[in-house]
Structure formats: C-alpha cells, structure tokens
C-alpha cells in the first residue's frame, strides 16, 4: 500500500467504515451544503482541516474560487462555526486525493484570501519528538522547521520579481494568543509553543532523521505546515496552527516505530478534544485581522501581483 499522510490515512480508513457519504468526493455529496456561484457573505476566518470537521459549518455554501494556480484541494464552504463566518477547506480534498508533496497549497490560500479570509487557523495531526508529549497531547506550535522540497513554496515565481517577507515568527501572536484563552476557559491542556519540524514525506522518518530532530531540539513534526505557513505570510494572512499529537515518532518510540493503527486510533479517540479547541479558539479571535502584524507584509513595498 502506497504510504500517506498520517491525517488523510485516518480519513481514507474512516470513510472505509463510514456511510457512503464519506467516501465520495465533491461536496454536492453532502445533504448541508449547496452549491452556489452568486454573491456571498464574505468569511474573515478561514481553517484548513480535513473532512472529519466538515459538518462543523451550518448552512455552508461551496463557494467557487478560482486561482492563478489552479484549482484548490476541494471547493471552499463558507457558513458559521462559533458564532463567526467561516471559509473551510480540507487540505487533502473531500476524497482525500492530495497526498502532503501534492497539496496545492497555492491555491488552497490564495482561494482562501479570494472568499475574504484574513485569518486563519490550520488543523494538523503530528508526530511527537518529545517522551512527555504523548498520543492526544494538544499542542501550540511557535516555530518551524522546513525540511521539504520540491513544493511550489512561494508565490514569486520566475519573472515576477520579489519581496522577502519576514518570517521569523511564523505564526499568528494573536490567534496563538486566542487559542491559549479557548484552552484556559475550558480547562484543556495545551502545550504552549515548541518547533514544528515539516518534512517532506509522505514516508516517515527513520530512526536516525527522528533522533536528529530530537536532538535540536524540535517538539513535534508534521508534512503539511510549509508551505502552507509561509504563502499565508505571503498573502499577508495571520495563521494559527493546532496539532494534535496521533504518535511518537520513530526515534521516541521503543518499538516499531510509528504504526498505521495507533495513529487511526489515537485520532479518533481526540478528535472531539481539537474540535472543541478550534471552535473556541475561533470564537474568541479578534473582529477581524486589524493592525495585526501578520498583514503587513507589503506595508513597505507593494507586491508584484494583486492580492485577491
Ligand atoms: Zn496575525
């Protein structure tokens, strides 16, 4: 069997199990969302998940985004999640056809920005690094690590010209600041900071790649952050990421290294837990993105493209 990433691997396996609804693509296959190419409400909030937090959104809309880089992973629904308008995508397609080095991400942010999103929060299942981060742990990166390549990584393109944006804290003050507030109200614990190391994937690690990371440091690691992180800064979009802790990674773990069956089991068993983490996190970000310094990307130097 082809390998695959540890979120949609979950997701292929539950829509296995699932009703057939799950388990076909497009979202006209879902009873609560209609289609529609007329104007629409725009959505300041935009998260990027999988399909397991699909029927979140009431009364969503697809809405049809296009994009100088094609087409995103699946149609952006817009419809309301904690009291807010909402812009969702599955990162890997609602059939799950987007492996971690195939995902558009060009596309998946820049349709996102199109339907009016300025904020977003990313939803992810990670590796742990660390011993006392084990399965179920929540966690609040603050920093990444990318260790992918061959990823269309930016928007500049040949010819295009350029601005370096700056990057040394890729996420989100406020929306980290939000998630923190969510997690205190309700009692939940959440790991405040810690470096995501992104690989390339879709394999695991090997020992000796996991014991690397161990050692400088790094907490968790995942396939899909970067790009994903780094054209929102592009896009002068804040950008927030919850990650669930599904495994210890391979030079953690005493074994066999990571299994197909303890991530299935571990995400199924927290999915509630990130699901109630994202709806209060999104209830209490700000009005909208302001004078947040995550949308200042451009404030020196215009880029070589209109923003959507
Ligand atoms: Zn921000």
Redesign the pocket.
Same mark, same amino acid.
């Given at each position: 069997m082809p390998a695959a990433p540890i979120y949609s691997r979950y997701i292929a396996q539950k829509a296995a199990n699932s009703p057939p609804r799950c388990n076909r693509p497009g979202p006209a296959s879902v009873p609560s969302v209609t289609a529609t190419s007329s104007p629409f409400d725009p959505a300041d909030i935009g998260v990027i998940g999988g399909s397991g937090f699909y029927s979140l959104l009431d009364d969503a809309d697809a809405v049809a985004a296009s994009t100088p880089y094609g087409d995103p992973s699946a149609p952006v629904t817009v419809g309301r999640l904690g009291g807010r308008r909402v812009a969702f995508l599955p990162r890997h397609g609602t059939d799950h056809r987007y492996a971690p080095h195939v995902v558009p991400y060009r596309a998946n942010m820049w349709a996102l920005r199109s339907v009016g999103v300025r *904020?977003v929060v990313s939803l992810s299942a990670v590796g742990s690094l660390r011993a006392d981060l084990g399965p179920g742990a929540l966690v609040l990166p603050d920093q990444i690590v990318d260790r992918t390549h061959g990823r269309d990584h930016t928007l500049f393109d040949a010819g295009k010209g350029v601005v370096h944006a700056t990057f040394a804290d890729p996420y =989100?003050?406020? @929306?980290r600041a939000a998630a923190r507030a969510a997690a205190r109200d309700a009692g939940a614990d959440l790991v405040d900071g810690g470096a995501l190391v992104v690989i390339n994937g879709p394999r695991f690690s090997t020992r000796a790649e996991s014991l690397e990371y161990q050692h400088n440091g790094w907490s968790i690691i995942g396939m899909t952050a970067m790009p994903e992180a780094g054209l929102a800064r592009e896009l002068a979009l %804040?950008y927030t990421t919850l990650a669930l802790v599904t495994d210890l990674d391979a030079g953690v773990e005493a074994g066999e290294g990571v299994t197909h069956s303890e991530v299935l089991e571990q995400f199924a068993a927290n999915l509630p837990r990130l699901r109630e983490l994202l709806v209060a996190t999104v209830e209490r970000l700000p009005a909208e *993105?302001g004078d %947040?310094? =995550? @949308?200042t990307t451009y404030a020196a130097a215009s880029p070589p493209f209109d923003l959507p």
């Open positions: *904020q =989100c003050a406020r @929306g %804040c *993105q %947040c310094e =995550c @949308g």
